[in-house]
């Protein structure tokens, strides 16, 4: 489903992604895990198209994701949702005019259909009764919320997070957490940036490891927890879980 062949992307001198290599496939849940600076964040956008490669290739379906190519690009990049860290809802729309935006300014639906999709979502996380609120009458987790059901309506073949839970109060971490889950448990394409290591451990099919820049291992989530085969996450998890 998504083929990443020999990315690099800098930001001045700074070497964020150095000759990045991976496949996703459908239905599979991958998290981008490692410590702050790692690159995780940059590859996840670069994946969508919000940070464009300095080097490399990326293929969706088999077919590249061209930015030159701007109708065909524009396409494929609707089918990605993207979760940001800071939700990124609009302060001055309610939560169900938030989810129905871009279902009528990008993909020309009638109000009425774009409304219909929205309560769906928002019934599916749990927000039926907040369709009337403004993002400021919310918890985080509410907006996080909120911000997946929004990704959800445009229905994404994949499903990208940056490291959607960080910027929440532990006891809203949970709630999402949920959402997501449910979300795997319905075979949907995951790409997650995340720190949640137990979210890593217990719901991805495969941990992807970054270290400056570079992929440093790829294992399944089981094997990479109970037996990490590099120094660098041997020591990485050493830090995270401890006696």
Same mark, same amino acid.
């Given at each position: 489903?998504?083929?990443?062949?020999?990315?690099?992307?800098?930001?001045?001198?700074?070497?964020?992604?150095?000759?990045?290599?991976?496949?996703?496939?459908?239905?599979?849940?991958?998290?981008?895990?490692? *410590?702050?600076?790692?690159?995780?964040?940059?590859?996840?956008?670069?994946?969508?198209?919000?940070?464009?490669?300095?080097?490399?290739?990326?293929?969706?379906?088999?077919? =590249?994701?061209? &930015?030159?190519?701007?109708?065909?690009?524009?396409?494929?990049?609707?089918?990605?949702?993207?979760?940001?860290?800071?939700?990124?809802?609009?302060?001055?729309?309610?939560?169900?005019?938030?989810?129905?935006?871009?279902?009528?300014?990008?993909?020309?639906?009638?109000? /009425? /259909?774009?409304?219909?999709?929205?309560?769906?979502?928002?019934?599916?996380?749990?927000?039926?009764?907040?369709?009337?609120?403004? *993002?400021?009458?919310?918890?985080?987790?509410?907006?996080?919320?909120?911000?997946?059901?929004?990704?959800?309506?445009?229905? &994404?073949?994949?499903?990208?997070?940056?490291? &959607?839970?960080?910027?929440?109060? *532990?006891?809203?971490?949970? /709630?999402?957490?949920?959402?997501?889950?449910?979300?795997?448990?319905?075979?949907?394409?995951?790409?997650?940036?995340?720190?949640?290591?137990?979210?890593?451990?217990?719901?991805?099919?495969?941990?992807?490891?970054?270290?400056?820049?570079? @992929?440093?291992? @790829?294992? =399944?989530?089981?094997?990479?927890?109970?037996? &990490?085969?590099?120094?660098?996450? =041997?020591?990485?998890?050493?830090?995270?879980?401890?006696?």
């Amino acid at each position: 489903m998504i083929k990443v062949e020999h990315l690099y992307k800098t930001f001045g001198t700074l070497e964020a992604l150095r000759d990045i290599n991976l496949e996703i496939d459908e239905g599979e849940i991958v998290c981008l895990i490692g *410590p702050s600076g790692s690159g995780k964040s940059t590859l996840c956008r670069c994946i969508h198209g919000l940070e464009k490669a300095d080097k490399g290739a990326i293929y969706l379906d088999d077919e =590249k994701m061209d &930015p030159k190519n701007t109708a065909k690009y524009y396409e494929q990049r609707k089918k990605m949702g993207f979760v940001f860290q800071h939700f990124n809802l609009f302060a001055n729309k309610t939560v169900l005019e938030n989810c129905m935006l871009a279902q009528t300014s990008v993909a020309g639906r009638s109000k /009425e /259909e774009a409304e219909n999709t929205a309560m769906e979502l928002l019934t599916r996380v749990g927000l039926a009764d907040k369709r009337d609120e403004y *993002p400021s009458k919310l918890s985080g987790g509410q907006k996080q919320r909120v911000a997946i059901a929004r990704a959800l309506c445009m229905n &994404p073949e994949v499903m990208l997070f940056d490291e &959607p839970t960080s910027a929440l109060d *532990p006891e809203m971490i949970k /709630e999402v957490l949920d959402v997501m889950k449910d979300l795997g448990a319905q075979d949907m394409t995951m790409v997650v940036v995340t720190h949640e290591m137990n979210f890593a451990r217990k719901v991805a099919d495969r941990v992807i490891f970054l270290d400056e820049g570079e @992929i440093v291992e @790829i294992a =399944k989530s089981e094997d990479f927890f109970a037996d &990490p085969q590099t120094e660098r996450a =041997k020591n990485f998890l050493s830090k995270i879980f401890y006696d």
